[in-house]
């Protein structure tokens, strides 16, 4: 320790905090000159407290996973009205439902009707979202001994995706309802108009060839059987306006994070989607 | 201090004085860390940290110089992403202006001291908010910092409390001797 007089000492105590307050100053230019020297500091600062953040994070969680837990239970009252409440007015819709379908029975009965066979699918998991020749096509594995062939329509848990367009031994490929060289028949279901959907490369196709009906705004979208491509009615979107005056479709389905599809074969031939391959000779435009 | 024995010189009894003078300091940065972590309080660093700093340099300046806050300040501004530097000074100041009116305070009742503390507290973030709105060049809300003078002001009579017990048994240690 250096001996310092008292009045130098004392000169020293009182010079410190203007001192202090300069060199304060010169770490605020110093932060703001040189902006990554502070962020070096705080990732070193955070790197070195995180086992202590982490060994108090324990009890803080039990800490509030036991407010929470009284929190639930003051509301666990409230919440069993609520569920008896609804539960009576499920069971008087679960009534009507039953009414209903006894009576849908009836009525097929007397029309002969012949009812639909259940079609057959096959899931099949997205490996790679490009490749090939289109903006807007994903590549799916197939397992082996499924067979899988061009046409057939593929569907995520919400609705419409695409359609199958080229098919190997272990893998297929699907172009999307949004690639521009998509075109998908479609119906608006309030008014049985039919329209053709386009693809833009863009997240929503527009609808083109409506006719003199206008779709309206948040009308739900399903698939037309004209062409004999698709069945009729699978769930594709809803009509949404864009400001400009062109009515779009947005999709049910998740296009941009698809990872599972169904691959659907109603046994439908009609119009197979364009050929990816390059061909010796275009196809006649339809 | 006024009044007190030089104690020996001796180095156990440096090593002693050395520990008991840097209790505030370790406790508080340990407190810093504390609130930095998953509490879910925001701006709860500086909420905990001025306080602390005020108190010392109040009760007991010794332990508090300017150096000490200066990294208390650092720390403050480091942990709580707040720009480097604002921490630092609008706790340098807060210390400043505890400690010139530190005779008087001290002798007040404990209100007196935290309605004290809350024209500090209000005047921290005003300081602190200007700073950073000059630092910035744009005007962030307001709010966030009035957010945390209000908590300073709400944890300050708790903090008081036990940081009253801790001067409480460093006193009875330092008589001891």
Redesign the interface.
């Known amino acids: 320790m250096i001996r310092l007089s008292i009045p130098l000492r004392q000169a020293l ?1 009182r010079l ?2 203007p ?3 300069a ?3 010169a ?6 000159a040189d902006a990554l020297l ?1 962020e070096r ?2 990732v070193l ?1 955070g790197d070195l ?1 995180a086992p ?2 982490a060994v ?2 324990e009890p ?2 039990a800490l ?1 996973d036991g407010v929470l837990e009284v929190g639930e239970l003051a509301s666990l009252r409230r919440e069993n009205a609520r569920l008896r409440e609804e539960n009576e007015r499920l069971r008087r819709w679960q009534q009507a439902a039953l009414a209903l379908e006894s009576e849908n029975a009836l009525l097929r009965r007397q029309l002969g009707y012949v009812p639909e066979a259940a079609p057959t699918f096959h899931t099949a998991r997205v490996v790679a979202d490009t490749g090939g020749v289109y903006a807007r096509a994903v590549l799916l594995a197939i397992p082996p001994g499924v067979s899988v062939r061009r046409g057939q329509v593929a569907l995520d848990e919400r609705g419409f995706a695409g359609r199958v367009t080229e098919v190997g031994s272990r893998s297929a490929r699907i172009l999307l309802a949004t690639d521009m060289n998509s075109r998908i028949p479609v119906t608006l279901e309030g008014s049985r108009a039919r329209a053709i959907m386009a693809g833009t490369n863009g997240a929503r196709p527009r609808l083109q060839h409506f006719g003199d009906a206008r779709p309206e705004e948040g009308e739900r979208v399903v698939t037309s059987a004209e062409g004999v491509a698709f069945p009729a009615g699978l769930p594709v979107g809803v009509v949404r306006w864009t400001a400009g005056g062109v009515a779009e479709v947005e999709l049910f389905a998740r296009l941009d994070r698809l990872d599972m599809v169904r691959l659907f074969d109603f046994g439908l031939g009609g119009i197979l989607p364009p050929d990816a391959v390059a061909r010796p000779e275009p196809r006649a435009r339809r | 201090m006024v009044g007190r024995p030089e104690p020996s010189r001796s180095p156990l009894r440096r090593l002693d004085a050395l520990g008991r003078a840097s209790v505030p300091a370790t406790v508080l940065v340990a407190l810093m860390v504390l609130a930095s972590g998953p509490t879910g309080l925001p701006g709860g660093v500086g909420a905990v940290a001025l306080p602390c700093v005020v108190f010392w340099s109040i009760f007991r300046p010794g332990t508090m110089p300017p150096p000490v806050v200066f990294g208390l300040g650092l720390l403050h501004d480091l942990l709580s992403g707040a720009p480097l530097g604002v921490g630092i000074i609008t706790f340098l100041l807060a210390h400043g202006v505890a400690v010139t009116w530190q005779r008087p305070l001290a002798r007040q009742s404990f209100l007196r001291v935290w309605l004290a503390f809350c024209g500090l507290a209000v005047g921290a973030a005003v300081l602190g908010h200007a700073l950073s709105a000059l630092l910035a060049w744009n005007l962030p809300p307001l709010a966030p910092a009035l957010h945390q003078a209000a908590l300073a002001i709400g944890l300050y009579p708790l903090l008081a409390g036990a940081l009253g017990g801790l001067h409480a048994t460093l006193m009875r240690a330092e008589d001891r001797r």
């Open positions: 105590s410190s905090l001192l202090m307050i060199a304060a100053f770490t605020m230019l110093l932060g703001k502070a500091a705080r600062l407290l202590i953040h108090v994070a803080v969680r509030r």
